[in-house]
């Protein structure tokens, strides 16, 4: 069973910024992608953005230019390089990481950012 731990969250101010990382309990060298979403409250979960086994990125428009996603597959680990942030991007963001057909899940790290 793989799992997924998120750390990083917290309370930053608008404009500030903020690094969450995912780390996986196994080799993540072997998953198509691994990638972080976002829900905020009364909303739907969204992506944010996600990266390839072959390097590539996607990321929600929103956020483009602001946030950077990074992998390294020999330490485990998934990052989220958070800068500018805004208000709206507050939100539990959500760690997953996908093996052909299998999504697998963290639980969550809450990103706070007061305007």
């Known amino acids: 069973q793989v799992r997924l731990v998120e750390s990083g969250g917290g309370l930053v101010q608008a404009g500030g910024s903020l690094t969450l990382s995912c780390t996986a309990s196994t080799s993540i060298s072997s998953f198509d992608a691994m990638g972080w979403y976002r829900q905020a409250s009364g909303k739907q979960r969204e992506l944010v953005a996600k990266?390839?086994?072959?390097?590539?990125?996607e990321y929600t428009e929103s956020v483009k230019g602001r946030f950077i996603i990074s992998r390294d597959n020999a330490k485990n680990t998934v990052d989220l390089q958070m800068n500018s942030l805004k208000a709206e991007d507050t939100a539990v963001y959500y760690c997953?990481?996908?093996?052909?057909?299998?999504?697998?899940w963290g639980k969550g790290t809450l990103v706070t950012v007061s305007s």
């Open positions: 990266i390839t086994s072959g390097g590539s990125r």
């Open positions: 997953y990481a996908q093996l052909t057909v299998r999504e697998y």
